[in-house]
């Protein structure tokens, strides 16, 4: 089951907004390093990181 950072760490909608020009900040960072995390972990079987793919993508979508 994927679990998140704490919510200290997390990007906020106020960081994302306010960042400087030409700086990168991806806010589903968390869900994209649990998700390499668990290739790493797994030996890139996808199958077993499916949970963390779908976490990784409600993210996105939540800020697309």
Same mark, same amino acid.
């Given at each position: 089951m994927?679990?998140?950072? *704490?919510a200290t760490d997390r990007?906020?909608?106020h960081?994302?907004?306010s960042k400087l *020009?030409?700086?990168?900040?991806? *806010?589903c960072e968390a869900?994209?390093?649990q998700?390499?995390?668990c290739l790493d972990k797994n030996s890139y079987d996808r199958k077993k990181?499916?949970?963390?793919f779908d976490a990784y993508k409600?993210?996105?979508?939540?800020w697309a």
């Open positions: 994927p679990t998140s950072k *704490p990007i906020t909608l960081d994302f907004e *020009p030409g700086k990168y900040l991806n *806010p869900e994209a390093q998700s390499y995390k990181c499916q949970e963390y409600a993210c996105k979508k939540l």
